[in-house]
């Protein structure tokens, strides 16, 4: 596609559902990255993909959020036992190489936003 | 670790004035610095990007300089528009990426 797509729009669940965000990056490119960004905050690094490698999950909160990528394209985050403080826009980005120091310009998708009730 | 923070959280600048939005790092090890901007309900978007060799670095409108001996860089908007009206965020790309909580910018008419 010609962005980064991402999906739901919107999502309001009640306190102790799990939810599933998913993120469509640019084909080809071989970085993904998951932020949240709560109201009038500034982005909070979640979760990076590069390639085949594992993961860095240093980012994530709590043990009740996990992400995958499979095939090195699509990414899902889940969400388990949604929590209030939970709500936020969760934005996914990508970029066509690793980040490292050299960095990389990401792209970002429009986000996700989680109202948890 | 490195952090990379904005100066003020909000500006509002007159339609057709200059704006100028500084940002403060304290990682020397930094070589390059993105720019993004962020619109209501979008996501952020590359604006402009500058590496630790330049001092300066101009778009269309838009002027970044990089001020190494304070580790200060700054974004400078021409005859500011209200369409530039948004989130600032600099950013550091890196191990752990950063963007804090940016600056938001309002221009009245």
Redo the contacts between chains.
């Keep these: 596609g010609a962005g ?1 797509s991402q999906s739901p729009s919107n999502k309001v669940t009640e306190k102790g559902k799990d939810v599933e965000l998913r993120c469509d990056p640019i084909s080809g490119h071989t970085a993904l ?1 998951w ?1 949240r960004q709560s109201l ?4 909070e ?1 979640l979760i ?1 993909f590069q390639g085949n490698s594992a993961p ?1 999950k ?1 980012g994530l909160p709590s043990d009740r959020f996990s992400a995958e990528r499979t095939g090195g394209s699509v990414s899902t985050l889940t969400i388990q036992r949604t929590q209030q403080e939970d709500s936020a826009v969760y ?1 996914c ?1 990508s970029s066509p190489r690793d ?13 996700t936003r989680l109202t948890v009730l | 670790g490195e952090s990379v923070g904005l100066h003020l959280p909000t500006l509002s600048v007159q339609e057709g004035d200059n704006s100028i939005i500084n940002c403060a790092y304290s990682n020397s090890a930094s070589d390059y610095f993105i720019w993004y901007k962020q619109e209501s309900g979008k996501g952020p978007q590359f604006i402009i990007d500058i590496r630790s060799n330049m001092d300066k670095r101009q778009g269309q409108r838009v002027t970044v300089l990089l001020n190494k001996t304070v580790k200060h860089l700054s974004l400078q908007i021409a005859a500011t528009q209200p369409g530039d009206s948004a989130v600032y965020f600099c950013s550091r790309p890196g191990y752990a990426l950063n963007f804090g909580k940016g600056t938001s910018l309002l221009v009245t008419p």
């Design positions: 980064v990255y932020y009038g905050q500034g982005l690094f990076y860095d240093s934005l980005a980040r490292g120091l050299s960095a990389d310009t990401q792209y970002f998708g429009p986000g």
